[in-house]
């Protein structure tokens, strides 16, 4: 019993947090802190559950899943005004939105908040999993690349206007995990 309690003291003396101050020249002042909330995005198609989630990645400019090579996976950081920005490894952030078309593109400069005008990304839920909507809308949907279907995997869509952009387009819905 007293090596056992010995091991938990020990234990929780090394799991204490230790507090150390940066010299001040090192202290980070960029506007997009950590302190902006960070998504993982992922397609849960119908009928499948949590079997069929499946991660979006990036490729090239554009967002899909299905992916086994070619791909990156990212992160979105909401920062601000409803924009959201792609956080991808080896890449600067970039902004994220839908074309006319309702295709995920990635912008080649990050989103600028406080420019006048609002994006229309949402997160939405109490849990840290939410529903994610792009202005008001919920309807998601990939379609095959059409620039290279046997490396393109399914490319990402929201539902912009009265069509889609392909004939028989996979319906899911899109969910937002909080890092």
């Known amino acids: 019993m007293l090596l056992k309690t010995l091991l938990i003291s020990a234990t929780a003396a090394l799991a204490a947090p230790i507090a150390c101050e940066q010299p001040q020249e090192h202290v980070e002042t960029n506007s997009n802190s950590n302190s902006n909330p960070k998504y ?3 397609a849960i198609m119908p009928g499948q559950g949590a079997v069929g989630m499946k991660a979006l990645q990036v490729r090239g400019d554009s ?3 299905g992916l086994t090579q070619g791909f990156s996976y990212f992160k979105l950081e ?44 949402e997160f ?17 949907y990939s ?37």
């Not at 991808?88 to 006048?116: F, M």
């Not at 490319?155 to 889609?164: A, C, E, F, H, M």
Request: negative net charge; aromatic residues 10%; charged residues 20%.
């Open 40 to 42: 993982s995005l992922n």
């Open 63 to 65: 967002i899909v899943y």
């Open 78 to 121: 909401a920062v601000g005004d409803n924009l959201v920005n792609v956080e991808s490894e080896g890449q600067p952030p970039k902004e994220l939105y839908a074309a006319d078309n309702g295709e995920l593109v990635i912008n080649e400069h990050p989103a600028s908040v406080g420019k006048g005008y609002n994006g229309g990304w």
């Open 124 to 140: 939405e839920g109490e849990n840290s999993v939410k529903s994610v909507t792009y202005y008001g809308v919920n309807e998601w």
């Open 143 to 179: 379609c095959t690349s059409e620039d290279d279907p046997l490396h393109g995997g399914q490319v990402v869509y929201v539902k912009k206007g009265d069509n889609y952009a392909c004939k028989d387009p996979i319906h899911f819905t899109v969910a937002a995990t909080k890092e």
